[in-house]
């Protein structure tokens, strides 16, 4: 059978790392193979599109090179690695994918959604994500945990207000898939959050029986 695309996105600081091992221990214990990746990245390629992405510039990147970019990286991911893996009948358990263009491309950034669309719909076909998990916490609270750790790649470089506008295009997309996006409210400890989590995996493990 055909394996299950997983993604988990949020904005800065939310928490994904440690989250995302949490959700792929519970899934290999519920016996799932389960194959991690993240985006930008997840091949040779793409890790190397990635590299060119984050790293500041003194040139200013324009929208679109930035956006092509995105969907050159996800097409050979998908091609090379998430593709296959499903088919085989692995799990998928992806760091950010397309509903990360649509919040900060498109919310940040201010990209017209239908230029997202029409990528979308080029690059992934019919591909999209069984289930994501949007890990939600207030801009300042997660800026404040990210500002503890490395020096801040081209994006982390950006200011409040871009990370709001990415919040509320996420929030705005959860509500308007509420059967995919599971939102989860990652402002709490990290034994909270674990807690918000396991229903939701216990409701992945029916899709797989289903
Ligand atoms: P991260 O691995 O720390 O989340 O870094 C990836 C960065 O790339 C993050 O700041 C969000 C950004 N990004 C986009 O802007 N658009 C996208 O489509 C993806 C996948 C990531």
């Known amino acids: 059978m055909r394996g299950r695309f997983i993604t988990v996105e949020g904005t800065e600081g939310a928490g994904k790392s440690s989250n995302i091992d949490f959700i ?56 090379a690695l998430i593709l296959p893996a499903l088919e085989r009948g692995s799990w998928v358990l992806c760091d950010r994918f397309t509903d990360a263009t649509f919040a900060y491309q498109g919310g940040g950034r201010g990209v017209d959604v239908e230029r997202i669309r029409t990528l979308e719909t080029l690059v992934q076909g019919s591909l999209r994500p069984d289930c994501t998990f949007l890990l939600d916490l207030p801009v300042e609270l997660g800026l404040e945990r990210a500002r503890k750790r490395s020096v801040p790649d081209r994006f982390e470089q950006e200011k409040q207000a871009f990370f709001e506008r990415v919040r509320r295009s996420y929030l705005q997309r959860a509500m308007a898939e509420p059967e995919r996006f599971a939102v989860i409210n990652a402002g709490e400890d990290i034994e909270q959050v674990q807690h918000q989590l396991l229903p939701h995996l216990d409701r992945l493990q029916a899709l797989r029986n289903g």
Do not use: K, N
Request: charged fraction near 30%.
């Open 24 to 79: 792929r221990r519970q899934l290999e214990t519920r016996g799932i193979d389960v194959v991690l990746s993240r985006e930008p990245g997840g091949t040779p390629l793409a890790e190397e599109i990635r590299a060119l992405l984050l790293r500041p510039r003194e040139e200013s990147v324009c929208q679109d090179a930035e956006l092509l970019l995105m969907f050159a990286a996800r097409a050979q991911h998908i091609a």
